[in-house]
């Protein structure tokens, strides 16, 4: 990088002086558009349930879904994402729940899809944690996280979900190959515009305990994800998920979680002309909620913690955040 001139012919506090110029100059800006909204999702009617591990976020019955979905549409929010708390009785160690077309996430999915068309779209996670009684995002057997026959189960619930109405087909599972063997099957079943969004970068973090116990998966998890989520000291194979995603049929990909890992964002954008996806995820949430209700941080805090993903690289950010910040 080469400097020309210097102080005092040199003062770049001249574009600062002032807001409009200040706006002039912005390298990143931040808009509703930027933003996907996850939805928790749980059984029953008109209920609005606190979830104690996340301040002022809610389990909502389907129901009630239709005033977070219309603040969603005035807001200009384009995009949003499914997650659900499943009956514990419905849960085994198959996660046999996925592949029910009347489970929770399937109503939920027609819901949307009935009442507003295709005004917002429908981000869907295919796992299993949400229905296995393990806690883990696969099948099991001697204590192994089995990567092939858990596949066989995704291209199933992707299918079942995309048949659904289901927009954005989104792989959270980290199960090598999923992406091609879900590509073709969405092809094959003519659901050829379904898009996959991958989640190819997702770390074995300490961050996600409050979305566990979100979905009701964190009490029943055994052990940890370790031998399928990656490693959170290692950035080249981040390189190599993503790669081998977009040639197996990605759309896009997820950076999970998302600030610890900016320069995971980073590395990921300049490598790759491929929208990526950053997750400020649970855990981020609350740490910067209890910071505000606290009293310690301004919410401004919220807007540059938001930014921050966009000066990364992200084309998009997922958050619990996205229907309560002002832009």
């Not at 005033?67 to 005035?74: G, H, M």
């Not at 807001?75 to 499943?86: D, S």
């Not at 031998?227 to 081998?244: C, G, P, S, W």
Request: glycine share 6%.
């Amino acid at each position: 990088m080469i400097i020309t001139g210097n102080y005092p012919k040199l003062r770049l506090r001249r574009s600062r002086k002032y807001d409009w110029s200040r706006k002039l100059v912005q390298d990143n800006n931040l808009s509703y558009n930027d933003l996907i909204l996850p939805i928790f999702l749980t059984e029953g009617k008109g209920k609005e349930v606190k979830i104690n591990s996340m301040p002022n976020v809610n389990r909502y019955s389907i129901d009630r879904l239709k005033n977070v979905i219309d603040r969603a549409l005035k807001l200009g929010i384009p995009m949003v994402a499914l997650f659900p708390y499943t009956d514990p009785k419905k849960k085994n160690v198959y996660g046999s729940e996925a592949l029910n077309e009347n489970n929770l996430v399937c109503r939920a999915i027609k819901f949307i899809k009935k009442t507003y068309k295709n005004k917002i779209g429908i981000m869907c996670d295919v796992a299993l944690d949400p229905y296995t009684s393990h806690g883990h995002d696969g099948i099991i057997k001697n204590k192994e996280i089995l990567n092939d026959e858990t596949i066989d189960i995704l291209v199933k619930q992707s299918l079942l979900q995309a048949r659904m109405g289901c927009d954005v087909i989104a792989p959270s599972d980290m199960m090598d190959g999923r992406i091609i063997k879900i590509r073709k099957a969405l092809d094959k079943y003519n659901f050829k515009d379904v898009q996959i969004l991958s989640y190819a970068v997702k770390y074995a973090s300490s961050f996600y305990g409050p979305f566990r116990n979100a979905v009701g998966s964190k009490n029943l998890l055994k052990g940890n994800k370790r031998t399928y989520q990656m490693d959170f000291k290692n950035n080249d194979e981040a390189i190599r998920e993503v790669a081998l995603d977009i040639k197996e049929g990605a759309d896009m990909v997820v950076v999970k979680p998302g600030m610890p890992y900016l320069d995971i964002i980073r590395e990921i954008k300049n490598n790759f002309k491929i929208p990526v996806i950053a997750y400020q995820v649970s855990g981020e949430y609350s740490i910067i909620q209890n910071s505000i209700k606290d009293g310690i941080l301004n919410k401004d805090a919220i807007h540059e913690s938001l930014i921050s993903f966009k000066r990364a690289g992200a084309s998009a950010i997922i958050t619990y955040f996205a229907d309560k910040i002002k832009l």
